[in-house]
């Protein structure tokens, strides 16, 4: 981590172009090379494929490569820096956000598998590999939890509850709503509409936009104070395990709407639902100690959408359009 | 002083009715932020939807009841007892076991209900719902809080997670 570049730069450089050498080295790092990894490199590379996106075989062969071990962290030196190095004020505005993470990664993992019943038996590949990814994002920061942050717990969960204090409210809008649909799926597997109104949620809006806002101001931070290097190191691997889960839901769905163009139709009402409830915070998050201010995190988050929305070419009607512009931040993400 | 009514009994859904009117306590509006409450508001002004909310394996019932709410110009106009024989309209059914509706009540997170589905939405057009959901939240959370003598089951309850 030698660069100590500002965790907001990205925002003024504007997108970057990855040569061939930098691809490589995000797609073929093993876990303890990640640490050398620019995490904006990863984010980039997250939207490289997204104009062309790639079948689920090579997603499922990318997995295959790239899958890592989660209990190869050692988070020695992040509880030194955790405890010693880091302000108050770090930690509280750190644990705000990445609390987000710790749920959304255990949501997403225990979601996803009724959307494998009415997929093609190539994305069944891809999805699979998918659970098992979100489930060591899961143990992952069960770790972090407990051994850097210190919270106790006999099992996951009295972990999950013991971080859960720092959840904010709206959390319940986009992970409740992934719930419930996940329930409509286990009761109609095969409808079509119901799956394009679930992929809009979990691939587009949770992993495409909440999950790469909230990896890029924690893991920004991290790299540019020089702290949490396997926090940073597993965090970044993970962030990578999400460039295939974004690839795979911006390719289901650009293949439903191009199979069926009404399917735009159930992506504008469910963006409908998840815009009109998140204007709104119940709590308020410091950035500033993380090295954001409100507007940045907000102008990344809009940055996240647009071009996830322009790379798959899924326009907006004007009144999300107008929607749009009152949304504030959930910082989420599985 | 009233006695304390049995859970999903008539009187109980009174005290539900004037606990909806009355709204969040002052202790849990003090928790979040104004903006969060005045979006609360907005939303319950102008409301016009019913809930039936689901008990099931209500013991000594041994089957679901359903306690109905309608709500009309920010206001509880409606709410009321519904028995496994009387017909069934909402614009939303949702359903709970009796042990998640106990837990509610001993201070289980209304939010975590929802999102680990111990309340799921039976029937009624979800991304409408959603639209809702802070309010519906709140509301479930303000139900699970007003006082009621919970029977004791037969069957052993596991630990609510």
Redesign the interface.
């Known amino acids: 981590m030698a660069e100590r570049k500002s965790p907001t730069a990205v925002l003024r450089e504007g997108p970057r172009a990855l040569s061939d050498d930098q691809v490589r080295e995000i797609e073929d790092s093993a876990l303890a090379e990640v640490l050398q990894v620019d995490i904006d490199d990863v984010i980039e590379y997250v939207h490289k494929d997204l104009k062309s996106l790639p079948d689920f075989t090579t997603l499922y062969r990318k997995y295959l490569k790239q899958r890592w071990d989660v209990y190869d962290l050692d988070f020695t030196q992040d509880k030194v820096d955790w405890q010693e190095k880091m302000t108050e004020e770090e930690r509280q505005s750190f644990i705000a956000v990445a609390s987000g993470f710790h749920h959304g990664e255990r949501?997403v993992e225990i979601e996803l598998p009724v959307f494998m019943i009415g997929a093609s038996e190539e994305e069944k590949l891809h999805i699979a590999a998918q659970i098992e990814d979100e489930a060591r994002h899961t143990v992952f920061f069960d770790r972090f939890y407990r051994e850097v942050v210190g919270l106790k717990g006999d099992d996951i969960?009295a972990v999950l509850d013991a971080s859960?204090p720092w959840?904010s409210?709206?959390?319940?809008?986009p992970?409740?709503?992934l719930?419930?649909?996940a329930?409509?799926l286990r009761l109609h597997p095969y409808d079509e509409r119901a799956r394009v109104?679930y992929g809009t949620n979990y691939f587009l809006w949770i992993e495409g936009v909440l999950a790469l806002s909230v990896m890029k101001v924690t893991l920004s931070y991290a790299r540019w104070r020089g702290f949490l290097p396997a926090y940073y190191t597993g965090f970044t691997a993970t962030c990578r395990d999400e460039s295939r889960h974004v690839q795979g839901g911006m390719r289901y769905l650009q293949d439903a709407v191009r199979k069926d163009p009404t399917m735009i139709n159930e992506i504008h009402?469910?963006l409908?639902?998840i815009l009109?409830?998140s204007?709104?915070?119940?709590?308020?998050i410091y950035y500033e100690p993380l090295g954001w201010t409100d507007d940045e995190v907000r102008a990344l988050f809009f940055l996240q959408l647009r071009r996830k929305l322009n790379d798959v070419g899924i326009g907006l009607s004007p009144d999300l359009e107008e929607l749009l512009q009152r949304v504030q931040p959930v910082l989420a993400g599985g | 002083m009233s006695p304390v009514p049995d859970f999903f009994s008539p009187s109980w859904a009174e005290s539900v009715r004037a606990a909806l009117t009355a709204g969040p306590s002052e202790q849990a509006r003090a928790a979040k932020l104004q903006e969060y409450w005045d979006f609360f508001e907005l939303i319950k002004s102008m409301y016009p939807a019913s809930w039936a909310l689901g008990c099931r394996d209500l013991p000594d019932l041994g089957s679901t009841a359903y306690l109905f709410v309608q709500w009309d110009g920010g206001t509880v106009t409606g709410c009321r007892i519904i028995g496994p024989d009387e017909p069934l309209e909402a614009t939303y059914v949702l359903g709970m076991d009796y042990r998640d509706w106990k837990a509610l009540h001993e201070g289980y997170d209304a939010q975590r209900t929802v999102m680990y589905r111990k309340i799921v939405l039976e029937d009624g057009d979800l991304l409408e719902f959603f639209k809702a959901i802070y309010f519906f939240v709140e509301s479930l959370a303000v139900i699970g809080s007003v006082p009621a003598v919970y029977p004791q089951t037969l069957r052993s309850v596991a630990p609510a997670r």
Do not use: I, K, N, P
Not at chain 1, 169 to 173: D, I, K, L, N
Not at chain 1, 279 to 284: F, I, L, P, Q
């Open positions: 949501q969960m859960f959840v409210e709206t959390f319940v809008a992970f409740g709503l719930a419930y649909q329930d409509e109104r009402d469910t409908r639902t009109s409830v204007g709104v915070v119940s709590r308020r």
